[in-house]
Structures are given as structure tokens and as C-alpha cells.
């Protein structure tokens, strides 16, 4: 069945693909419109990986954005939609930095403090989004709904914690959680010619999606997700507990969530989280986990895309275009890729069935044939 | 057949809803006035119910509530809308953009309009081809403040009085004072007196300053109601929400119950965007989650206008009092009748038999009174929380007696019955 399989992997790519030349095709008519030359600007975007800087940027950025698309990802396997990660992560980070930064940590060994940290990130993560599972178990409460409440208290938490009357200190016009010391952080690997360093902690990333990809394809736990969500009721029939696997998914989609702000908490140069510490990253994660339908490789490519073409934003303001372009890029993209999987989700529907019936039909004739 | 006739047809027995007479609301109202009134005097906590801080509470809760009716409208038909808050991001600019050339109204169309072509884009992504209506939602929140932003440092930048990030700024609509009424109000209300002082203050705060645009939104909430339940068209749209194949098969035509709701929830959310335009200025990041606090307002009104419209109440009290009442007392004064609401859900849900739901309002009720003795004041980042722990609580407590229209978030496909 070569045929199939080339057939499958061609329609796999064609709508990512076309939703990127789609978004391409839109913002060069924005551009138009609004009196600039696309090629300029897609040129300079272009160009800016030119430097060194940028492309590590990319990277760095691009393993943080992937651990939210698994966090997302492990809810979307059982169509569970944990809108939560932005609020999970935030709170979690937060937290985490606090207690690295607290100074009985500094007497303990490096590796041991890492770990705590860690710890508490993914505990942090897992208890806010257990909030959400425990109210759609027992109160059956959507999730959509009661993580977009929990992501707003917890910007509010965060807020009211990151206050020097409560957890944070006032270093010069910047209010943070107290510095981690010397040995608290993980190194990072410095490149010449470049003033940005590659995080250490891409590495997490990588782990995290082999265990991702390993769970999903090789344990009993993986297969129960990916039945859950394909049909609950067959679930049930086969003897899962559909309440067991939602509080578990859901536990492990907010620790792997509390892991999207280590990379900058352990290896970004402010050692401790303020009121800079990046935001919004849990939609990006959705987006991304969109785009690369949850697929442990396709993130990875959705992840760089989504990374590059922030990191090539910075350029545009250069040709004197709003850095915003790239923001309607990617909002066309998650669009225009949901609709392409959908149609393409229907037009394999009728190759099966075209398949189906020559299947059908071939016999019959050969049937007649011999009769004739 | 002899057999027939012996049987017996029970008439089925449907459970009176428990509608209250007008006067029995009346004196509810009157109770509760009478409630805030005792509170305010022990607290001393004079901006509970002050003419001005009810001017604030109106000013935050109008748009909460258009966003709400917004979110009403698209869910009625089946089609869950978290794309408001992008939706009203587009209304700002609208707004922002017609506003500083052509006056507040010119504001307010484009506005609504740029809010219908949200509406439009989500009907399209999610009817037309059939997307998972969140997935869309999130999209189009992604989408909206990139393009808002993108083309408000075009346009704006070199506008008089614009920026890279805000508009020029834009006059206000008309607005009502009832003259001689206001000024007699006052004078009552300074007084301090048990209860009409109280009442003077609330009925002040209504009469006194108050926009045309917040007049537009209770009237479009009395409409929308009056459409939505007592016309056919009414009828056809909430049956595609929840039956869309029995309403198929009576020859509704659905597709189009659906464009037109999501073309009204995409208006609506336009004009609660421009709602925050107008007599200011369009600011990026200017919506700052109202669209999202308006869907707990229908969540919380359980998909009912007049229930929404007291979320919005609520939420825009909690809101626009903390920003009015600099001292912070007014707050702290209102843990205290939010503890006394949740012992009355408490008493309530024990007498229906939800023994823990009741355990669980009293304990909340008594860390409320607990935390309300123990400090001076409420910090304000907590108090901007409180709408959405409210609808969490809210979901957590009332859940069976919540009900969304039953084909909500579901994707219907022509004869797919």
C-alpha cells in the first residue's frame, strides 16, 4: 500500500502548506493596500536569519512555545480543551521562581535545587488545572469555560502576590520575586557573534516530546486517551474510566504547562519572574498544537515557524512595517489550517470511499468474467 | 378497540415555574435596598450605594452586558462564541477610527460593523465549513488584536493627537440629567437617613449623567428578549440551538438562523467595544477581558437575558465601585453581603436537598465574614478577580440547575441527521 501512504502523507502536508501560502497571499494584499511592497517586506523578514542571533532566539523560543503545544496537545488527544495553559504556567512560574529564589535554597546542591524548582513548577501547573478537572468530574463543568475563569484569577493572583508587601522585591522601577542565586540556574551554551546564548533547557523540550510521542504510541495510559477522545462510549464499553482519565490527562497537561516557563526562569538572564515575564504564551501553545494537529514532530515544525516569524517581526519595523504583520500571519494561519484540515478531512473521506467501492467492484467483475 | 378506551391518558405534569408577581419582586428589591442600607450604616461605608459609585457600576457593566447579549444571541443559535472579546477589540477600533472624523454616532456604526464582520468571520469558519466553534473563537482573538494594532500605528501615528497605540480622541454621545430631580436626589442622599437615602442615591445614580449608549443596551436587552421568546423568528433560532435536525426536518432553514445570530452577536460585540471608545479614545488592549467577563455574565445569567443582565449588574458593580472608591471601604464592606448572599444560597439549597452544595456556601460564606473582620480593606487585584470566582462558584454551586441550549458548540452539517 505504497500508494496510500504517499497519498496520506501528501494530504497530511497540504493543508498547512496551503494555509501558509494562504496567509501569505492575504498579508502581501493587506500590505497592498496599505501602500507596501510585500517582496520588502517578506524580504526583510527573511534576511533577518542571516544573523546568528535571531536564529538562536528562534530556537530558544521555539522549545518554550513547544511545551505549551504539549500541554494543550495531551488535552486535545481526549478532546478535553484545556484553554488553562496560559494561566497555568504563569502561576506556576511564579511560584517556582519564588521558592528558587528563597535563600535556604542557596546552601543545597545545584542539581537538587533544579529539581525543586521543577517540582514545584509542575506541581503548581497540575493543581490549577486539577481545579478545572475536579469541577467538570464532580459538577460537570466545562473545562473551556472554567479554565477561562482560572486563567483570569490567576493573572489576578499573580498580580496581588507580585507586590512587595507579599513575594516580590523592588529592584530599581522593575518589581520581581527574589533573584536566584549563583548555582540555581542551569548554564547555557554561549555562541561567537552572538549576545543571545542557546538555552540549556531546549533539551527539556526534547525530552518532554519524546515522552509525549513514547506515552502516546507505546503505554496502555496513551491508548485509553486516544480512545476516550476518539469515542467516549467505546471507552466505557472497553472498561475505562472516563472520570479517572480526565482528572489524569488534565493533571498532566497543567505540569507539563508549568514547565513553559522554566526555560526563561532558569535560563533567561533576569533569574526571577516580574512583571516582563512573557504572557500569553498558552494560546500560542493552542495555536500550535492546532497546527500541528498533536502530532509529537509536526509541533516541532509548527513550534519553529510560530518562534521564526516572531523573531523576524524586529525586521519589519526596519522597512518601516508595523511588527503586528506577523501577528495577522499567524492568526490567518491557525485559521486558514482549520478550515484546509477540514476540508481535507472530507475529501479523504470520499477517496475511501472511492477506494472502498473499487475494492467492491473488482471481484464482481473478475466473477462475471469467469462466468462469461 | 374496547382495550383503548379504558386507557387512561395522564396529562403530563410539568413543574410550575416559579414565577413571582411583580410586587413580590418589589418587595425583594425594597429588602435588599433595606440590607445594603444596614450594611452601609454599620460599615460607614458610604460608597455601597452612592449616586456616583452607581454611575461607575453602570459605566463597567454596560459594556459587560452587550457582550453578554452578544454571547446570548450566538449561543441561542448553537454557536459557542469565546471569539466576543476579539470581536469587541475590533469594535474599539471601528469605533476609534470613524469616531475622531466623523463624531461619536459615525464611531459607533463602524463600530457595530466592524464587530458584524467579526460576527461574519465566525459564522463563516464555523457554519459554513464546519470548525470546532472554540478553535475559531481563539483564532479570531489571536487575529483581532494584531490587526487592530497593526493598523493603528498606520493610521493613527500621524493623526493629531494620536499615537502608535491610541486614536485621537473622540467626543462623547449625549448625555441625560433629569435637572431638578437630580439636585433634590443629592440632597437626600447626603443626609445619610436609613433606606431613603439609600434610594435616593440609586435612583440618582440612574438619572444623572447617564449615557445614551448605556439607554441603547437596556433597551437591546428588552428586545432581544422580546424577539427572542415571543416571535417566530425567536422561536426558529433557539430551536436550531437545540434541535437543529428536528428543526431541519420542520423545514427551518438553519444555516441561516445561524449566520443571522452570529451576525447580531458579532454587532453586539462590536458595540460594546465602541461603547469604551466613545468620549474616550481607542487604546490597544482597551477590553481588557470584558468580552470574557461578559460570557460569564451569560453563564451566570444561565442563558437568560434578564439573569445576564444582573451578571453584568454584578460584575460591572464590582468593577466600576473599586475603581470609584479610592478608600477601598466600599469593597470591604461588600464581602459582607456577599457572605450574607451565599448563607441565603446556603439555606436555600438545603431546603432543595443539595446538602453539600449548601455545606460548601456556608463555609465560603464564613471565610468571607471571617476575612472581612480580620482585614481593613480588600486588595484591589482580588477584587478585579471576583467576577470570574463568582461564575466559578456559581458553576460549581447551581450546575444542575444550569441549562445552555442543548446543541450548543455542535457542528451541524446539512441532512447530517
Known amino acids: ?372 | 378497540m374496547s382495550a383503548d378506551s379504558e386507557v387512561v391518558v395522564t396529562p403530563p405534569t410539568y413543574k410550575a415555574r416559579r414565577s413571582l408577581p411583580p410586587a413580590a419582586w418589589l418587595g425583594i428589591v425594597a429588602a435588599g435596598i433595606a440590607v445594603v442600607s444596614l450594611v452601609r450604616i454599620w460599615t460607614g461605608a458610604d460608597n455601597l450605594d452612592s449616586s456616583g459609585a452607581i454611575q461607575a457600576a453602570i459605566t463597567a457593566a454596560v459594556p459587560i452586558a452587550l457582550a453578554g447579549l452578544s454571547g446570548l444571541w450566538s449561543e441561542r443559535a448553537g454557536v459557542v462564541n469565546i471569539g466576543i472579546e476579539g470581536m469587541m477589540i475590533l469594535g474599539t477600533f471601528g469605533a476609534g477610527y470613524a469616531g475622531y472624523q466623523w463624531g461619536p454616532w459615525a464611531g459607533v456604526f463602524f463600530g457595530v460593523v466592524c464587530g458584524l464582520l467579526g460576527g461574519l468571520l465566525l459564522g463563516l469558519v464555523t457554519i459554513t465549513v464546519g470548525v470546532d466553534h472554540i478553535i475559531a473563537g481563539v483564532a479570531i482573538n489571536i487575529l483581532a488584536p494584531g490587526l487592530t494594532l497593526y493598523l493603528s500605528r498606520l493610521l493613527f501615528t500621524d493623526a493629531p493627537g494620536g499615537g502608535q497605540r491610541q486614536s485621537p480622541p473622540i467626543s462623547d454621545v449625549g448625555r441625560i440629567t433629569l435637572p431638578w430631580l437630580s439636585d433634590w436626589l443629592g440632597e437626600i442622599e447626603d443626609k445619610g437617613w436609613f433606606f431613603v437615602s439609600d434610594l435616593a442615591g440609586i435612583i440618582r445614580g440612574f438619572t444623572t449623567n447617564l449615557s445614551l449608549l448605556s439607554i441603547l443596551a437596556a433597551v437591546l436587552i428588552v428586545v432581544s428578549t422580546f424577539i427572542l421568546w415571543r416571535t417566530r423568528l425567536g422561536l426558529r433560532l433557539r430551536s436550531v440551538g437545540e434541535a437543529p435536525y428536528a428543526a431541519e426536518s420542520l423545514g427551518v432553514n438553519v444555516f441561516r438562523y445561524k449566520y443571522i445570530a452570529v451576525m447580531i452577536s458579532g454587532s453586539l460585540a462590536g458595540l460594546a467595544g465602541a461603547f469604551l471608545v466613545v468620549g474616550l479614545k481607542f487604546q490597544d488592549g482597551q477590553t481588557g477581558g470584558r468580552g470574557f467577563i461578559g460570557l460569564a455574565a451569560m453563564i451566570f445569567g444561565n442563558w437568560r437575558p434578564y439573569g445576564m443582565a444582573m451578571g453584568a449588574g454584578l460584575f460591572g458593580y464590582t468593577d466600576g465601585v473599586q475603581q470609584y472608591d479610592s478608600s477601598g471601604t466600599a469593597m470591604h464592606a461588600f464581602l459582607i453581603l456577599v457572605a450574607l448572599a451565599l448563607i441565603a444560597v446556603a439555606i436555600l439549597q438545603y431546603r432543595s436537598g443539595h446538602k453539600i452544595v449548601a455545606a460548601v456556601a456556608a463555609v465560603i460564606a464564613a471565610f468571607c465574614l471571617w476575612w472581612f473582620s480580620a482585614t481593613d480593606e480588600l486588595p484591589q487585584q482580588l477584587v478585579k478577580a471576583a467576577p470570574y470566582a463568582i461564575t466559578l462558584l456559581v458553576m460549581a454551586l447551581a450546575s444542575q440547575n444550569l441549562r445552555m441550549p442543548k446543541a450548543d458548540g455542535l457542528i451541524y452539517r446539512k441532512g447530517g441527521g
Open chain 1, 1 to 372: 500500500m505504497t500508494g496510500s501512504r504517499s497519498r496520506r502523507i501528501l494530504l497530511g502536508a497540504a493543508a498547512p502548506i496551503g494555509a501558509i501560502i494562504f496567509s501569505l497571499l492575504v498579508t502581501s494584499l493587506l500590505l497592498i493596500v496599505t501602500g507596501h511592497n510585500p517582496f520588502e517586506a517578506f524580504g526583510a523578514m527573511t534576511s533577518a536569519f542571516e544573523r546568528i542571533r535571531v536564529v538562536l532566539g528562534a530556537v530558544n523560543q521555539a522549545a518554550v512555545y513547544y511545551l505549551a503545544a504539549v500541554a494543550v496537545a495531551i488535552g486535545f488527544k481526549m478532546n478535553l480543551f484545556n484553554i488553562g495553559v496560559d494561566g497555568q504556567y504563569r502561576l506556576a512560574a511564579m511560584l517556582a521562581a519564588v521558592v528558587a529564589g528563597t535563600s535556604w535554597m542557596s546552601s543545597l546542591p545545584g542539581f537538587l535545587r533544579i529539581a525543586i524548582t521543577l517540582i514545584v513548577a509542575m506541581a503548581v501547573g497540575a493543581a490549577w488545572a486539577g481545579i478545572a478537572a475536579l469541577l467538570k468530574v464532580t459538577r460537570g463543568v466545562s473545562e473551556v469555560i472554567s479554565t477561562i475563569m482560572l486563567n483570569a484569577i490567576a493573572t489576578f493572583i499573580v498580580a496581588y502576590l507580585l507586590t512587595p508587601q507579599m513575594l516580590a522585591v523592588l529592584d530599581g522601577n522593575n518589581i520581581s520575586t527574589p533573584k536566584i542565586t549563583e548555582g540555581g540556574q542551569l548554564p547555557v551554551v554561549s555562541f561567537t557573534g552572538s549576545t543571545t546564548p542557546l538555552y540549556s533547557l531546549v533539551l527539556l523540550s526534547i525530552i518532554v516530546g519524546i515522552i509525549y510521542a513514547l506515552v502516546l504510541s507505546r503505554t496502555v495510559f496513551g491508548f485509553s486517551i486516544k480512545a476516550t477522545g476518539m469515542s467516549e462510549t467505546a471507552a466505557v464499553a472497553s472498561g475505562i474510566s472516563v472520570n479517572k482519565m480526565i482528572i489524569s490527562a488534565m493533571l498532566l497537561s497543567g505540569a507539563v504547562a508549568g514547565l513553559v516557563g522554566m526555560p526563561e526562569l532558569l535560563n533567561g538572564s533576569s533569574a526571577s519572574y516580574s512583571l516582563n515575564f512573557p504572557t500569553g504564551i498558552g494560546f500560542t501553545g493552542i495555536a500550535i498544537a492546532l497546527l500541528g494537529r498533536n502530532h509529537p514532530v509536526g509541533m516541532v515544525f509548527s513550534a519553529l515557524l510560530w518562534a521564526g516569524l516572531d523573531s523576524s517581526a524586529n525586521a519589519l519595523q526596519g522597512v518601516g512595517i508595523p511588527r503586528e504583520l506577523v501577528t495577522i500571519m499567524q492568526g490567518i494561519i491557525v485559521l486558514s489550517v482549520v478550515v484546509a484540515y477540514e476540508y481535507v478531512r472530507r475529501y479523504r473521506l470520499v477517496l475511501e470511499a472511492k477506494d472502498v467501492a473499487k475494492a467492491l467492484a473488482a471481484p464482481k467483475t473478475g466473477a462475471a468474467a469467469t462466468t462469461a
